[in-house]
């Protein structure tokens, strides 16, 4: 089973974490220039995923940055717990330092982006083994997460908090009832959320979910086709998730013209995604057994034009027409 919609999540959600640290920069007018130069090197060293040195100079810019609740102090101190959290080999003194780093600034700045995304960092903590012998806690990772979504609900961070927080039920796919439990919520809060960056991921997840734990086709389809409608978030994954909505629609609920649909936007849409033939063949079969449908098979274009078409192009571009003069 795929779960590269959740793995996107889990990828965005460090992401979005670093934006957090980059858009907030201290203010010259009120720190010192040396400062100000550490914490923009600390703040490139996390982008590349060098947490050891971004931790060493995070940790450099703490001691320097004054008053609790500062913007350089929430800078230094949200950029030290998050590269202590994710250094290699993890280890407990590290992840207890990341969870100090991440309490004091829920406790001294709770009006702040850093707040929501430090509460929504420490659910993480509770919900993933990070190191030999740690020990998971779903219950303190779901107070965490609906801490952040009922506390925060108008930032990014909520929304991925919902998410997460179903997921703790996503987790043990033996337990239908939590599973359920789960999908209900998270539709509850991401319907007439159309406009929030993370919607279609949503519907999405929650498609894979019905699809793989439930067997849920219509609900699959149904969450896939939103999603899709949304603008999916990963466009290169597009062929792969037109593909088995199409089959889910064709095999599971003979729903035939969205089976139908979906086979000709992978040929259209997603022509280099490895499924662009495939589609092609499950239309010349449906055409061959439903003749009165009429079904329009695309042409495969694997490129945006044809070479000839190409050469024509750059000629005209360089104001050569071809003939002789």
């Known amino acids: 089973m795929s779960y590269s919609a959740i793995t996107d999540v889990r990828i965005g959600f460090l992401v979005a974490a670093l934006l957090v640290v ?7 007018s009120q720190e010192s220039e040396s400062l100000n130069l550490l914490l923009e090197e600390a703040s490139k060293e996390l982008t590349y995923f060098n947490f050891d040195l971004a931790y060493k100079l995070y940790g450099q810019a703490v001691d320097k ?3 609790p609740g500062s913007d350089v102090w929430l ?4 950029g030290r717990a998050l590269s202590a959290q994710h250094r290699s080999p993890a280890t407990r003194d590290l992840i207890e330092e990341a969870i100090e780093g991440y309490q004091s600034i829920a406790d001294q700045a709770p009006q702040t982006p850093f707040a929501a995304r430090s509460v929504l960092n420490l659910g993480r903590i509770d919900e993933i083994r990070d190191y030999l012998g740690d020990e998971i806690d779903l219950e303190g990772a779901r ?9 925060w609900p108008d930032l990014d961070a909520a929304d991925q908090a919902a998410l997460f927080y179903a997921g703790t039920y996503f987790q043990d796919f033996k337990n239908l009832d939590g599973v359920k439990l789960g999908l209900e919520f998270l539709e509850g809060w991401i319907t007439d959320r159309d406009d929030r960056d993370g919607a ?15 067997q849920d086709y219509a609900g699959a389809v ?9 603008g999916l978030t990963d466009p290169n994954g597009a062929g792969v998730l037109y ?16 089976a139908i649909r979906y086979y000709q936007k992978i040929i259209t849409d997603a022509p280099r995604s490895g499924r662009a033939f495939n589609a092609q063949l499950a239309l010349e079969d449906l055409q061959e057994k439903r003749p009165d449908l009429n079904i329009e098979i695309p042409e495969v274009q694997l490129f945006l034009a044809k070479p000839e078409e190409l050469l024509e192009n750059e000629d005209n571009a360089s104001g050569e027409t071809g003939d002789t003069p």
């Open 22 to 28: 980059l858009i907030h920069p201290p203010s010259h």
């Open 143 to 151: 107070e965490h997460y609906r801490r952040v979504f009922e506390t």
């Open 243 to 258: 593909w088995q909505l199409g089959q889910a629609a064709q095999n599971e609920l003979d729903d035939l013209p969205t």
């Open 200 to 214: 279609s991921m949503t519907w999405e997840v929650m498609g894979q979910v019905r699809y793989h734990h439930l």
């Open 65 to 67: 940055a004054g008053s």
């Open 222 to 230: 149904r969450c896939f086709i939103k999603a899709d409608d949304l």
């Open 75 to 78: 800078q230094a101190t949200f």
